[in-house]
Nanobody
């Protein structure tokens, strides 16, 4: 079992930055990848970014590429999402997840709200 707790969400003006954190407990290091997904109001949850535990290889959705950076701290069982140049359309609930691969996500956090204002 893995527990995930996100933090760092909030209200920010367009063009600003936020850093999300996700602390994992339990058997998180038995998973292969950690990632961030987001769900805007009235829309389905979508992939934003992911990183592998061991090699640190990253993968990004086109909509965030060049603006968001995912990183991890294996010693702390934590993953981070640095979000720069935020846009109104980045407003969403952001979820941390861990999984066996980029296609199989096994555990989810409760989500943290990010609101970008004009």
């Amino acid at each position: 079992q893995v527990q995930l707790v996100e933090s760092g969400g909030g209200l920010v003006q367009a063009g600003g930055s936020l850093r999300l954190s996700c602390a994992a407990s339990g058997r998180a290091n038995s998973m292969s990848v950690m990632g961030w997904f987001r769900q805007a109001p009235g829309k389905e949850r979508k992939f934003a970014a992911a990183i592998t535990w061991h090699s640190g290889s990253t993968n990004y959705a086109d909509s965030v590429k060049g603006r968001f950076t995912i990183s991890r701290d294996n010693a702390k069982n934590a993953v981070y999402l640095q979000m720069n140049s935020l846009k109104l359309e980045d407003t969403a609930v952001y979820y941390c997840a861990v999984g066996r691969s980029y296609l199989v996500w096994d555990y989810w956090g409760q989500g943290t709200q990010v609101t970008v204002s004009s």
